[in-house]
C-alpha cells in the first residue's frame, strides 16, 4: 500500500490554476480516533468564494470574513479540510485552489494557507464539548 512521506513537497507548472495543499500525519486508518478525525474535517468544513452561502457553520467559512482572500490579488477560490487514510499513518489537512492566473505560482499561497492554520489552530482552542458533539 501507499506511505506516508513527511516532509515531500511537490510542484508542478502543469495546472489552470493554483492548487495547494497541507497536511500532518495522524492515526492509522484502523485507530478509534480516526472517528475524531473525521468528524474535525466535518467541523473545519469548506469555504468557496461561489458559494459563500452555502455551508455557512463550517469553521472555514466562519473565518473566511476575516481573511485577506482578495488580497492575494482575488486569487483564492476555494478552501477546504481533508483526511486521507492509510493504514500506517493517515493524513489530515487542508487543500486550497487559487484563481486561474497566469502570474499565480502555488508557492504565492503558502503564506496565506499557514494563517489559515494558525487561524483554525486558534478556533480549537476555544472549541466547547458541545461543538464537537454538534459537528
Excluded at 40 to 55: A, K
Excluded at 109 to 125: C, D, G, K, S, T
Amino acid at each position: 500500500g501507499a506511505k506516508f512521506h513527511g516532509g515531500e513537497c511537490v510542484v508542478e507548472y502543469d495546472l489552470a490554476s493554483p492548487n495547494l495543499s497541507i497536511a500532518w500525519g495522524i492515526c492509522g486508518q484502523s485507530s478509534h480516533d480516526m472517528l475524531l478525525a473525521q468528524v474535525l474535517q466535518f467541523y473545519f468544513g469548506s469555504w468557496d468564494r461561489h458559494m459563500e452561502d452555502l455551508n455557512r457553520t463550517s469553521l472555514l467559512h466562519q473565518i473566511s470574513d476575516s481573511l485577506d482572500t482578495r488580497g492575494l490579488g482575488g486569487r483564492v477560490e476555494s478552501l477546504q479540510a481533508f483526511t486521507t487514510p492509510y493504514s500506517d499513518v493517515s493524513l489530515f489537512g487542508m487543500y486550497m485552489v487559487g484563481t486561474p492566473d497566469d502570474g499565480a505560482r502555488p508557492e504565492d499561497f503558502n503564506a496565506f494557507q499557514l494563517e489559515v492554520v494558525r487561524r483554525i489552530l486558534n478556533a480549537m482552542e476555544c472549541m466547547t464539548h458541545e461543538t464537537l458533539h454538534k459537528a
